[in-house]
């Protein structure tokens, strides 16, 4: 889900200028926040980069909530700043796999790239869960 404050109408022309520029498709529901409540509650205004009328520019956060509603990430970029959506989705993708398997993912991970297993996992428990590790 996406939040903005920016109208629905800006929220089409954003999602239609990504999927041509980026080669991705948005298919997820963004909120029309253009009342900026959200955006005040949450600390997502940006004091040093003001808009044409003086207003504080939103900056650019992500959220990432787990299905029990745990905050698992937050990053926050400067309104000035944009998001690296590569990274984003290297983190949703550890964050995926280390929610089911025993393990963590270094600095720079990538799907498919070797994990460490977590400290807490005995090497009997881990010779069960991963035949073969290598210590």
């Not at 984003?88 to 498919?112: C, E, F, H, M, N």
């Amino acid at each position: 889900m996406g939040y903005s404050v920016d109208p629905l109408q800006d929220h089409n022309t954003w999602i239609e200028d990504s999927n041509s520029t980026q080669n991705c498709n948005v298919d997820y529901p963004l909120i029309d926040g253009k009342d900026k409540k959200i955006a005040i509650q949450y600390g997502m205004l940006d004091q040093d980069e003001l808009d044409s009328t003086g207003m504080p520019l939103t900056v650019r956060s992500v959220f990432v909530i787990d299905p029990s509603k745990k905050v698992k990430l937050i990053l926050t970029y400067p309104a000035a700043t944009g998001r690296n959506f590569d990274e984003i989705l290297r983190v949703i993708d550890s964050l995926q796999l280390t929610a089911y398997k025993k393990v963590a993912t270094p600095a720079d991970w990538q799907k498919g790239q070797k994990t460490v297993i977590l400290p807490n996992v005995s090497d009997e428990e881990a010779e069960k869960l991963f035949p073969g590790f290598v210590l």
